[in-house]
Every structure is written in C-alpha cells, then in structure tokens.
C-alpha cells in the first residue's frame, strides 16, 4: 500500500507552536483544481515536526510558493460539544522551496542571501511517532 501526497502550492496560514519539548508546524497550502470548466481554490493542511517546523518558521510566509511531500493523517479529538472530530492532514516528511515573482525581483518578502532557504530538505526523522 501507497500513502504519499505531493503538493506545491501558494501558502497561507504558519501556526508555529512547541509540542513536548519541540515544534510543530501547521500550514495551509492552496492548490488549483479544474471542475466544470472553473478554476477552484483547495486548502490543504499540512503539519510538521522539528526541523521541518524549524525550517518553515525561518523561511516561509504567507503567500511563499512550496511544496510538500509526505503522507495522510487523519487524527481524532473531542470537540466543545462532546462530539468525536475528525482532523485530515498532510504529516510533512519532505519540503521544497521555490522562488516567486516577488523573491525573484527581490521586493518586499523576498530572502536575501543569508536567508535564502536550503533545497530539497529530507527531515523524516523529526516525526514524533
């Protein structure tokens, strides 16, 4: 069996947060899908762990282009009315940094040469489980 997803997308909300001792991340990245002749805009969760929540907190900000691989989560809570919640995510194992029109002309968001974020970031192993 398969579990891989594989996203790049303009990314929205960073939520950086510590979690026993270390850091969680959690993105929403948008992507484009065609139906009925329309273009439609999908927000897809995405968390990460570690070095990965190290990497995006240093590097990433709203409206970045990135992408994503890793596998679907799906975890459950309780919600405020007692009911069980169900949460699905992307659980990030790999990140890819690309540059936009905005980095590229370097204007306001763009990273400057100590900033400039590293490549193809294989960071599976910071995942706490």
């Given at each position: 069996m398969i579990n891989k997803v594989i996203l790049?997308?303009?990314?929205?909300?960073?939520?950086?947060?510590?979690?026993?001792?270390?850091?969680?991340?959690?993105?929403s990245i948008a992507t484009t899908k065609r139906y009925k002749g329309e273009?439609?805009?999908?927000w897809n969760n995405c968390?990460?762990?570690?070095?990965?929540?190290?990497?995006?907190?240093?590097?990433v900000q709203k409206g970045h282009i990135l992408g994503v691989e890793g596998e679907l989560e799906t975890s459950?809570?309780?919600?405020?009315?007692?009911?069980?919640?169900?949460?699905?995510?992307?659980?990030?194992?790999?990140?890819?940094?690309?540059?936009?029109?905005?980095?590229?002309?370097?204007?306001?968001?763009?990273?400057?040469q100590q900033q400039t974020p590293p490549q193809n970031q294989f960071v599976s192993d910071d995942i706490p489980f």
């Amino acid at each position: 069996m398969i579990n891989k997803v594989i996203l790049v997308g303009r990314v929205g909300n960073v939520k950086v947060n510590n979690y026993n001792g270390g850091k969680v991340v959690n993105i929403s990245i948008a992507t484009t899908k065609r139906y009925k002749g329309e273009n439609q805009t999908v927000w897809n969760n995405c968390t990460g762990f570690g070095k990965t929540a190290d990497l995006i907190e240093q590097y990433v900000q709203k409206g970045h282009i990135l992408g994503v691989e890793g596998e679907l989560e799906t975890s459950e809570y309780q919600g405020n009315d007692n009911q069980k919640r169900y949460k699905t995510f992307v659980l990030i194992q790999k990140i890819n940094f690309f540059p936009s029109q905005k980095q590229n002309n370097n204007q306001n968001g763009s990273f400057n040469q100590q900033q400039t974020p590293p490549q193809n970031q294989f960071v599976s192993d910071d995942i706490p489980f």
